[in-house]
């Protein structure tokens, strides 16, 4: 049909146009170049980092379209700067990559999918590196397994391995085809590897079959020029063993070795001899499986050899260092991302014992580095494995060790093997272990024997810089022991009461120590001590007694952990915890101190020293006039951590970590509260308090199942700022001096500015929760975890927690990477590693985590996301030379003035099958990702997630701070409650979050506090929360309304002040699975609010309610006022939005868009009267109204409903509202669509192929575009490559049937016309679907109407959005077009999109993509 006469002339095409601003994917390709650069390839983007003078990325560019990039070849190495050394990389210089700073490039052969290109690397040391595409997209017939250059000739030919067991050579240039061989054995491959030599007729192909056999077969023939194209080769050689699948293929030509990774959890080394090479050589005619190697817990993906040995990864996050001479053992674990495992894997060239670099991509998106020695052979270096050997150090002395500290091991560069040991035994003697030797330090006393706490510190002599390890050693009689362990003649006796000494803790001060004793009867015992040299040059030691502090009454009251707080405008604070579990806070110097008068327990006096002169007198009464003092808690957390009691209490960056045998991690801060608040909270307990400091607990983190005792956290090293080296940014890859190993590094960038070492500094990032580790014990083994990669950094199996042990480093409570441990077992003092050995696999290339290049996000799929808002700060210009690139190290030396430009930071909440929150950064106009926080209370998945929020109060500038409730639910039906606080952290020049614990609530835990639980059922566990929508928000909370599997739909009210989540009713009206809520407000002209919650199931009704009096808390659950059936099956998503109608007429219209697993997109019109307006006419609804209902009610009834039967190929998984008629859908088929939303029909305008897979959860915002960031996404990767989508379709039309109401509102109708222009007809590859529009009676209209489309191709990219032929927006201002909407799709990563209003002259826009679809992609045919 021709559609011709039917088109007016448009001259102006005016179109949403869809590209990518950030993208975050599967990393499925690494590849390295002599040392000197690691490729990678994320999605479509090929990204480079050169790995000198450190690791920091340098260019990227998107390549292959809408194909994931999974391999990387480069042609030739010879035109590359050579490396003078492969080691110690991080300490050379740039200029020793070369002698010459001419420019140098390499050819890559790019591929993914059916598509292989040809890029350009560029590599000059003065302007920097840059990528350029050199020919077209070339797109085969056949999956690309395996792509080899042709060296020995001259033209630029590949040869490609593909997916059916066949093999072609190809000119990449042209795009010809010159020879395809197809092998014998007829059947799909898994993996493959091409091992090519000089022609094409020495090619070996190695297979991997979906028979779990390896196959080989020569796809040149050998060089017999008898045997053509069309015969097919035979098989030559035939490995079998697997018995699952072939993933990877590996072969090392100067052993002969072909290693094999399988589905089956293994990895198998065969002996093949020589392969390939001059004539095409088959190898042994009997091939012989060398090694199987059984190490993962899940699949293996990948593997690579080695002359020393083999490094396979898989799915269980972990890369293995096989050593093969040790007999095929593991040697050494990576591990370093998140759950989803490791997608790719490659090894550095190196020979003999020179380190490699080993790099690994995760199915997070994170990219994470490693050097490797070459051979390691008997070195067993499992940092995240149990460590099984373990060192008795031959206690010697008499008696049994009854308690172990470390003594000289807080020298911050001090090594494994300069530690020392202090052993306190059952008879008091105190042994020191040093350089292998064990010597008596202090001969114990009767006092002494059967019982003894010991506690030691090493502080620094008073003016000077010699430091000293004191010992304190008390007993059952109160008496404590304090003696330098070098001088212990030098040493004083302190009584602490008439009791037992419970504990001993020491805290350093700046110009002392403090020491702290916990006696009977609640009594804490305070020593303030100094070290001087007196005039002989030994060691003098000065005591002053302090208040001590009174603990509140309970049945374990003795402390067992304290920390002193810097000083405040409110005095000295200490934050301490006890036996009882109990979290304290005590203040210096304050009101609280109270006279004990004649009080008994301090008779014995607080101070005797061993010598006593007449004016010591008057100093012992002052200090028992001291001792007559004592301080009171100003608050109290009581039992917090449960009865098994704190175990520690820290203080970092404002924050103060508590952890208990609970399990339980707190993070808590001290608040000041004002005075009445805090009256009514003590309750008329304890002393007068005006300043009203109370401490708060923001967050509780658990450990892993099964690991209740809980010792300790140390903060990741990565999280503490550092100051002596600025970080490099491009894209989201980042680098610091202090490499984190354990965890994700930040994503910013520093300048070295002194303005930032000043005060200011410290109290900018005050209040910033940092990422930990916790020590604690899991059965019988001691455990390093970290919480957020859910993986050990360290296990010793040392019996459990009831022990005296010691953790080798502690200096500044931080987790280096590596770590020892001491402790006592059945009478011997045992390590896990000799401390007479140097801890050769200490060194920051080495331990767990490696240097994280990129960051990860989600490992498994994302579910839900939830953007909070836009933050803005003040960071360091990017610099860029002339040639847009970044500037090097050597450039920006020489720049002394740093320029400040304003940066914009979107924050989005994302949840997913790792039952983790991310809380993440983005920045649209570069592509930067930060993750600011990850949240691990849940314990299933995490299904949905919504925000309520608004400006943080008390802000300096409200676009500079953030505060949202997070509400997030999922598997388990389990709900947890967040207030995030999210500021600009001045220090790092990025936004910061702060993480508050509101409340969490499951079903199954309100049904064991139900009182007659036994008669009735008790709460499915598979139920889980599909989606959630809050309704009304109020000062201290909001209302929820939640979508149960169990086909209830559940009210709930959350309250911040109580911090309580409370069921107010539920209702299982559907009888089925609740998919999808959404809510709806209106106000009618005299101001009067009511609120709609619509709520969808799987049987395709769309049930509406009103909730307008939801908020006097009735506990009789409503009915619904309106069904509506929408789909044939389940509706996944609903998107509502409200229009006022006239004065005439009267109420509102109500507009739900739904998605359903039928792939079906549709709009449901609801007309709603208020009720001093009254009833309308019928309605083609189910009305659920009835004469009982409140005259007050709202009374909704059906209008109209249209369809697009076929709006995405797959179900449609989420559906959002961008602007009042713009809808953005998504679906698995991995295509984005805008829908334009009219009166009368529904018009598709645009569509992208989006590089996420399996979307399932989506987030749209509007905003608006400056120029200066319309010429910054010109330099982002994904925009250097202006492509545009192929119009390979036929010209069909776009039928829609259109039945439209007789009575309906003709104005609107008029209007719609004049927004949106006359009708023209699309052009389009596989024909849109038809509209169908039903009014509220029924009928149809006998004529159509033809709707103006643009294109919904498969073939669009990110470069631009395939259009139609545009219509006419008349009304649409320059202000409108201007507008920018950002869409953020979720699934197997992320990737934000960028819409915007864009007009293109016809003639111009069709000369144009003929141009592009000539010129971009080329068709590979035989």
């Not at 072939?246 to 290693?259: M, P, T, V």
């Not at 040059?537 to 402390?559: D, E, G, H, I, Y």
């Amino acid at each position: 049909m021709d559609t011709t006469d039917n088109v007016s002339p448009v001259k102006v095409i005016h179109h949403k146009s869809m590209e990518t601003a950030a993208l975050v994917a599967p990393v499925t390709a690494l590849e390295f170049l002599q040392d000197a650069f690691l490729l990678t390839g994320e999605g479509p983007a090929l990204t480079v980092f050169n790995l000198h003078p450190r690791p920091k990325a340098c260019a990227s560019l998107s390549v292959l379209q809408h194909y994931r990039i999974h391999g990387i070849r480069p042609r030739s190495v010879e035109a590359v700067p050579t490396q003078r050394s492969a080691t110690g990389a991080h300490g050379k210089k740039r200029d020793e990559l070369s002698s010459t700073s001419e420019p140098k490039f390499y050819n890559l052969a790019v591929f993914g999918g059916k598509a292989v290109r040809l890029v350009r690397l560029h590599v000059d040391l003065r302007a920097g590196e840059h990528l350029e595409i050199l020919g077209p997209l070339m797109e085969l017939q056949d999956w690309a397994l395996d792509v080899r250059w042709l060296s020995g000739d001259k033209r630029s030919l590949l040869c490609v391995a593909g997916s059916h067991n066949s093999a072609l050579l190809l000119d990449i240039v042209t795009g010809n085809v010159l020879f395809q061989r197809s092998c014998l054995e007829g059947c799909l491959l898994y993996s493959a590897l091409l091992l090519v030599h000089e022609s094409w007729a020495d090619a070996i192909l190695v297979g991997g079959t979906v028979f779990n056999q390896l196959i080989l077969w020569k796809p040149g023939g050998g060089g017999d020029k008898t045997v053509g194209s069309e015969h097919k080769a035979p098989v030559k050689r035939c490995l079998l063993g697997h018995s699952g699948v072939i993933f990877s293929i590996s072969y090392l030509q100067e052993k002969g070795w072909l290693a094999s990774a399988s589905d089956d959890r293994s990895v198998r080394v065969w002996g093949v001899g020589a392969l390939g090479g001059p004539e095409g050589k088959c190898g042994d005619l009997n091939p012989a499986c060398l090694r199987v190697l059984y190490g993962h817990q899940a699949r293996v993906f990948s593997v690579r050899l080695s002359p020393g040995n083999v490094f396979s990864a898989g799915e269980d996050g972990a890369c293995l260092v096989w050593d093969w001479a040790g007999g095929g053992k593991v040697i050494r674990t990576l591990k370093g991302h998140r759950a989803g495992g490791v997608r790719a894997l490659a090894i550095s060239e190196g020979t003999g014992d020179e380190e490699r670099w080993v790099a690994t991509g995760g199915a997070d998106g994170g990219v994470r580095l490693w050097r490797v020695k070459g051979c390691e052979e008997g070195e067993e270096k499992m940092e995240d494995a149990v460590t099984e050997k373990l060192t008795d150090l031959k206690f010697p002395g008499h008696g049994l060790p009854k308690v172990v500290c470390m003594a000289g091991e807080e020298e911050k560069n001090a090594s494994w093997s300069q530690s020392k040991f202090v052993v306190c035994t059952d008879q008091g003697t105190v042994y020191q272990y040093s350089d292998g030797q064990w010597e008596m330090v202090l001969q114990g006393t009767a006092e002494f024997q059967s019982y003894c706490v010991m506690e030691t510190i090493t502080v620094s002599v008073k003016d000077s810089t010699a430091k000293v390890n004191l010992c304190a050693v008390g007993n059952l009689s109160g008496s404590i022991q304090v003696f330098p362990v070098s001088h212990p003649q030098r040493g004083f006796l302190l009584t602490g009461g008439s009791g037992k000494i419970h504990s001993l803790i020491w805290q350093e001060a700046k110009d002392g120590i403090y020491l702290l004793a916990s006696g009977s009867e609640g009594l804490v015992y305070r020593w303030f001590i100094e070290v001087e040299s007196d005039e002989n040059s030994s060691l003098a030691l000065s005591v002053n007694p302090l208040p001590s502090f009174l603990l509140p009454p309970c049945a374990k009251r003795w402390l067992t952990a304290a920390v002193r707080l810097h000083s405040t405008t409110q005095g000295l604070l200490w934050a301490c915890g006890d036996r009882r579990g109990s979290l304290l806070l005590f203040q210096e110097g304050g009101t609280q101190e109270q006279n004990m008068g004649d009080n008994k327990r301090m008779e014995e006096g607080w101070l005797t020293g061993r010598k006593q002169t007449d004016d010591e007198g008057v100093e012992e009464r002052e200090s028992k006039e001291v001792g007559d003092l004592m301080l009171q808690p100003l608050s109290c957390l009581f039992g917090v951590h449960g009865k098994q009691g704190v175990t520690s209490v820290c203080e970092y960056q404002g924050l103060l970590y508590s952890t208990g045998r609970d399990g339980c991690v707190r993070v808590f801060r001290v608040h000041l509260v004002a005075p009445e608040k805090f009256e009514e909270k003590s309750h008329g307990k304890g002393a007068e308090n005006k300043g009203g400091l109370q401490l708060e607990v923001l967050r509780v983190q658990r450990a892993c199942k099964g690991m209740e005792w809980l010792e300790r956290v140390l903060i990741l090293e990565s999280d503490i700022p550092a100051e002596e080296e600025e970080g490099e940014e491009c894209e989201n890859h980042h680098m610091t001096k202090t490499q984190n190993l354990t965890e994700k590094l930040e994503v910013t960038e520093r300048e070295e500015m002194g303005s930032f070492r000043g005060g200011e500094e410290k109290t900018e990032n005050k209040g910033r929760e940092a990422r930990f580790a916790i020590i604690g014990f899991h059965a019988v083994h001691f455990v390093v975890w970290d919480p957020v990669r859910q993986e050990r950094l360290l296990a010793v199996p040392c019996g459990g927690g009831h022990r005296s042990w010691r953790f080798w480093p502690s200096h500044g409570g931080v987790w280096p990477g590596y770590g020892a441990l001491v402790f006592i077992k059945q009478g011997a003092v045992m390590a896990s590693q000799p401390p007479g050995e140097a801890s050769s696999w200490a060194g920051k290339g080495g331990r767990t985590g490696g240097w994280g290049l990129r960051e990860g996000v989600h490992g498994r799929g994302i579910g839900c996301v939830c953007r909070l808002g836009t933050i803005r700060g003040i960071g360091n210009k990017m610099r860029t030379n002339s040639t847009g690139d970044l500037m090097t190290s050597e450039e920006r030396d020489d720049v002394k003035e740093v320029e400040r430009e304003e940066e914009l930071w979107e924050i989005v909440a994302t949840g997913g099958e790792d039952t983790s929150l991310t809380v993440l950064a983005v920045r649209p106009d570069t592509g930067c990702i930060k993750v600011l926080s990850v949240i691990t209370d849940h314990i299933s998945s995490v299904r949905t997630v919504t925000a309520v929020t608004c400006p943080e109060a008390g802000g300096e500038d409200q676009t500079r701070s953030l505060s949202a409730l997070l509400v997030s639910a999922g598997g388990r039906a389990q709900m947890q409650c967040y207030r995030l606080l999210v500021g600009w952290d001045r220090q790092r020049l990025v936004p910061s979050c702060q993480v508050i614990q509101v409340a969490s609530h499951r079903l199954d835990e309100q049904w064991e506090r139900r009182r007659n639980r036994h008669k009735t059922v008790k709460m499915d566990p598979e139920t889980r929360y599909m989606s959630v929508v809050a309704l009304d928000e109020k000062t201290d909370g909001c209302l929820l309304a939640l979508a149960g599997s169990d086909g209830a739909l559940r009210l709930f009210s959350v309250s911040e002040v109580k911090h309580q989540i409370n069921l107010l009713w539920e209702t299982f009206y559907h009888q089925r699975c609740v998919l999808s809520v959404a809510a709806c407000s209106l106000k009618d002209r005299k101001g009067n609010r009511y609120k709609l919650l619509f709520s969808a199931a799987t049987d395709g009704k769309i049930a509406v309610w009103d909730l307008t009096d939801a908020s006097s808390h009735s506990p009789t659950p409503p009915i619904p006022c309106l069904d509506v059936h929408a789909h044939q099956s389940g509706v996944n998503s609903l998107a509502v939005w409200a229009e006022e109608l006239g004065h005439q007429e009267g109420g509102c219209l109500v507009t739900v868009a739904s998605g359903g697993d039928d792939g079906q997109l549709t709009v449901s019109v609801i007309r709603v009267q208020y009720p001093e307006d009254g009833k309308i006419g019928g309605s083609r609804g189910i009305s659920l109204q009835t004469q009982f209902q409140s005259p007050n009610q709202l009374h909704p009834h059906l209008y109209s409903q249209s369809h697009i039967p076929l709006a995405h190929a797959a179900p449609l998984t989420a559906l959002k509202l961008l602007s009042p008629d713009l809808v953005v859908s998504t679906s698995s088929d991995q295509r984005v669509c805008l829908w334009r939303v009219g009166s009368t029909d529904i018009r598709h305008i645009g569509a992208l192929c989006c590089h996420v897979a399996d979307a399932a959860g989506l987030a749209v915002w509007e905003g608006k575009m400056t120029e200066e960031e319309g010429y910054k996404n010109k330099k982002t990767r994904f925009e250097s490559e202006q492509e545009i989508a192929i119009w390979r379709g036929s010209q069909t039309e776009l039928k829609a049937t259109c039945q439209t109401a007789a009575q309906f509102n003709k104005d609107k109708k008029i209007h719609d016309k004049a927004e949106d222009g006359e009708p023209v007809e699309a052009v389009d590859e596989t024909g849109d679907p038809v509209c169908q529009t039903s009014n509220e009676k029924g009928g149809e209209t006998a004529g159509e109407c033809r709707h103006q489309t643009e294109a919904d191709s498969l073939g669009e990219t990110e470069g631009e959005v395939n259009t139609g032929k545009g219509f006419k927006a008349s009304r649409e201002s320059k202000e409108e077009r201007e507008k920018t909407g950002w869409v953020l799709v979720c699934g197997q990563g992320f990737q934000l999109l960028r819409v915007r209003n864009t007009e293109t002259d016809a003639e111009m826009w069709t000369i144009r993509r003929e141009k592009e679809m000539a010129t971009h992609r080329v068709k590979v045919t035989s």
